[in-house]
C-alpha cells in the first residue's frame, strides 16, 4: 500500500461515520468500518459488504467497536457509558467486542479498533487491574485469530495510556491516534502524545479541535480540518518521524448534517493531500 493512504471513517447501519457511498463519492482508497449492529454481524452480510466495497474501491482497514448503551454527550457521561471500564457492562460488552473481532475476520480485517473508556488512574485500584486483566484476555482471544487490539486515544493522558500498554503487556496492543481527542476530553498537546506513544501507533484519525476554556472538565470543539488547533503539517511530520506509514482516517461527527459532513470531508482530504505532497518534496 501507498505511505499514507486517505482514509474516512465509515459505517453501514450503526454508529458514526460516513455511509460507504460518501467514501466512495469521496474518492479514498480506505475506510475504517464502525462495527455494524448485531443482526448484521453475519457471514452472508460479510460477504454482501465486501463485494459492495470492492465495487466502490475501498479496502477496511481497522473495524471498530461500539456497543449500545454508550453515550458522548459530556465528559461525565463518556465516563460513566463507554467502553469496557464501566464495571456493570464489562463481561457482556467484552462478550460482544470479540464478537465483533470474529466479524472483522470475517472481512478479512485483522486490526479492532476500540474506546476502552477512561481508565482508572490509580493503577493499583481494583478497577483498573480488572480493567487490565480485561485487556489482557481479548489481546490473548484477539492474538489467537491473528489479529490485533487498537485503543482509540484521548480519553486519558499519554503517560496513564502509556503504562495501562505496558501493564497489559501484549504484542498485539497498539493505539488508534486521535489528535482532536487530546483537546477535545484537555488530556494533553496532541504532537507530544504523539511521541509518547510513538512506538504502539498503528492507525489514526485525522480529526481537528479547539480546546475549551476549562479543558478536561467540558468539551472542547471538533472543528472542520485544519480550521482546529491539532497543526496538521506538524501532525504529520510528527508522523512521519515516528515511523508511521499506515492510513489517514478523516473523521468528522456531524451525521446530523450530512451534505456539511461529505464537503468538509473533502476539504480535509484536499489538505491531507496537499501537505503529504508538500512534505514528500521536501
Ligand atoms: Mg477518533
Not at 12 to 27: C, E, K, N, Y
Not at 41 to 56: C, W
Request: proline share 5%.
Amino acid at each position: 500500500m501507498e505511505t499514507w493512504p486517505i482514509g474516512v471513517f465509515a459505517s453501514v447501519d450503526a454508529g458514526l461515520g460516513v455511509h460507504l457511498d460518501v467514501a466512495r463519492d469521496l474518492g479514498v482508497p480506505t475506510v475504517q468500518l464502525h462495527s455494524p449492529h448485531r443482526e448484521s454481524r453475519t457471514a452472508e452480510r460479510a460477504g454482501e459488504f465486501l463485494k459492495q466495497l470492492e465495487e466502490f474501491g475501498l479496502t477496511i482497514t481497522c473495524v471498530f467497536a461500539g456497543f449500545e448503551g454508550e453515550s458522548y454527550a459530556d465528559i461525565p457521561t463518556v465516563s460513566r457509558t463507554v467502553g469496557l471500564v464501566p464495571a456493570e457492562t464489562r463481561a457482556a460488552r467484552t462478550a460482544e467486542l470479540l464478537e465483533i473481532a470474529a466479524f472483522a475476520k470475517q472481512l478479512g480485517v485483522d486490526a479492532v479498533g476500540v474506546h476502552i473508556g477512561f481508565v482508572p488512574h490509580d493503577s493499583a485500584s481494583e478497577d483498573y487491574q480488572a480493567v487490565v486483566a480485561t485487556a489482557q484476555k481479548v489481546c490473548d482471544e484477539l492474538k489467537a485469530a491473528g489479529q490485533a487490539l487498537h485503543l482509540e486515544t484521548g480519553q486519558e493522558p499519554a503517560d496513564v495510556l502509556l503504562r495501562f500498554l505496558q501493564d497489559v503487556g501484549r504484542d498485539n496492543l497498539f493505539i488508534n491516534f486521535d489528535p482532536a481527542n487530546m483537546i477535545l476530553y484537555g488530556v494533553g498537546e496532541p504532537i507530544a502524545a504523539l511521541r509518547t506513544l510513538g512506538q504502539y501507533v498503528r492507525s489514526v484519525h485525522c480529526k481537528d479541535a479547539k480546546w475549551s476554556d476549562q479543558p478536561g472538565e467540558t468539551w472542547g470543539t471538533e472543528v472542520p480540518l485544519g480550521e482546529g488547533d491539532v497543526g496538521f503539517r506538524d501532525y504529520l511530520t510528527a508522523l512521519r518521524e515516528i515511523g508511521y506509514a499506515g492510513p489517514l482516517t478523516i473523521e468528522r461527527e456531524i451525521p446530523q448534517e450530512p451534505a456539511r459532513q461529505k464537503a468538509e470531508i473533502a476539504g480535509a482530504v484536499e489538505l491531507l493531500n496537499t501537505i503529504k505532497a508538500e512534505l514528500s518534496a521536501e
